[in-house]
C-alpha cells in the first residue's frame, strides 16, 4: 500500500509514513557506507545482485521497479522503490523465507555486516496482520502487544528482543517482519546501536514501523 499506483484513492492517507520511509532511507544515504543491502522476506533464502528489481503486476498494476522486473518479492521491491525516492541504488538483496529459524537469521546478518568496511541494512518488514477487524487475519488479542513491544525494540535498538523473537508466535499473528528484523539483529551483533522510531502506525490493520539505527 505505499505505493500509491495501488493505494490510489487512499494513497495520501499514506504521505505521513512514506515521508518517514523517505527520511529513513536517505539517512542511510548519508552513512557513507560502501555496501548498501536491502532485506526482507521472500519464498526462500537468497541473495540478488544489484541489477534485480520486481513489479506490482501480481497487484494488477503495471508498476516495475529496477532493470530486472520480476526477480524479487515484494519486500525487496518495495525496499528497491524506497530506494530510488532517495536516489539510491542497492548494491544487493537478501531475502528470508518465513520459516528462517532465528540463529540463521542472525548468522546471515552478520555475513552481511562482514561485507564491506562500513555496511548499512534497508530491512523490509510488516508487522501483525491480526490486529483489527480488518485487518488480513482474523484478530488476535496478542497482535497489538507483540506490535507494540516490537515498536519499542526498534526504538531503543534492543537486538536481544529482536533475536529472541518466536517463529511460531510470529506465525500465528502473521507477522511478515521477523525473519528480516532477525537479521538486522545478527547484522549488529554485540556492537549497542542507537535507534530512532520514525513511525508506528497501522492504517489497514497491519503494523507498519519504520525506524532508524545507526552505530
Given at each position: 500500500?505505499?505505493?500509491?499506483e495501488?493505494?490510489?484513492?487512499?494513497?495520501?492517507?499514506?504521505?505521513?509514513?512514506?515521508t518517514?520511509c523517505?527520511?529513513?532511507v536517505?539517512?542511510?544515504?548519508?552513512?557513507?557506507?560502501?555496501?548498501?543491502?536491502?532485506v526482507?522476506?521472500?519464498?526462500?533464502e537468497?541473495?540478488?545482485?544489484?541489477?534485480?528489481?520486481g513489479d506490482?503486476r501480481?497487484?494488477?498494476?503495471?508498476v516495475?521497479?529496477?532493470?530486472?522486473p520480476?526477480?524479487?518479492?515484494?519486500?525487496?521491491?518495495?525496499g528497491?522503490w524506497?530506494?530510488?525516492?532517495?536516489?539510491?541504488?542497492?548494491d544487493g538483496?537478501?531475502?528470508?523465507?518465513?520459516?528462517?529459524?532465528?540463529?540463521?537469521?542472525?548468522?546471515?546478518g552478520?555475513?552481511?555486516?562482514?561485507?564491506?568496511?562500513?555496511?548499512?541494512?534497508?530491512?523490509m518488514?510488516?508487522?501483525?496482520?491480526?490486529?483489527a477487524?480488518?485487518s488480513?487475519?482474523?484478530?488476535?488479542?496478542r497482535?497489538?502487544?507483540?506490535?507494540?513491544?516490537?515498536?519499542?525494540?526498534?526504538?531503543?535498538?534492543?537486538?536481544?528482543h529482536?533475536?529472541?523473537l518466536?517463529p511460531?508466535?510470529?506465525r500465528?499473528?502473521m507477522?511478515a517482519?521477523?525473519?528480516?528484523?532477525?537479521?538486522?539483529?545478527g547484522?549488529?551483533?554485540d556492537?549497542?546501536?542507537?535507534?530512532?522510531?520514525?513511525a508506528?502506525?497501522?492504517?489497514?490493520?497491519?503494523?507498519y514501523?519504520?525506524?532508524?539505527?545507526?552505530?
Open positions: 500500500m505505499l505505493f500509491p495501488v493505494a490510489q484513492g487512499a494513497a495520501p492517507g499514506l504521505d505521513a509514513l512514506r518517514a523517505d527520511l529513513a536517505a539517512g542511510l544515504g548519508a552513512a557513507g557506507a560502501d555496501r548498501l543491502y536491502v526482507g522476506r521472500g519464498p526462500e537468497r541473495r540478488h545482485g544489484s541489477g534485480a528489481g506490482l501480481d497487484f494488477g498494476v503495471d516495475r521497479v529496477g532493470p530486472e520480476g526477480v524479487l518479492d515484494l519486500a525487496a521491491t518495495t528497491r524506497l530506494a530510488g525516492r532517495s536516489g539510491l541504488v542497492p538483496y537478501l531475502e528470508v523465507p518465513s520459516d528462517t529459524v532465528p540463529g540463521r537469521a542472525l548468522e546471515l552478520a555475513e552481511l555486516a562482514g561485507e564491506g568496511e562500513r555496511v548499512v541494512l534497508l530491512v518488514g510488516d508487522g501483525s496482520a491480526r490486529r477487524e480488518h488480513p487475519g482474523y484478530v488476535d488479542e497482535a497489538i502487544p507483540y506490535d507494540d513491544a516490537v515498536a519499542e525494540a526498534l526504538a531503543k535498538a534492543d537486538t536481544s529482536l533475536a529472541g518466536d511460531a508466535t510470529a500465528d499473528l507477522v517482519g521477523r525473519p528480516a528484523w532477525q537479521v538486522l539483529a547484522a549488529a551483533g556492537r549497542a546501536p542507537t535507534g530512532d522510531l520514525l508506528y502506525e497501522a492504517p489497514y490493520g497491519v503494523g514501523f519504520v525506524a532508524a539505527w545507526a552505530l
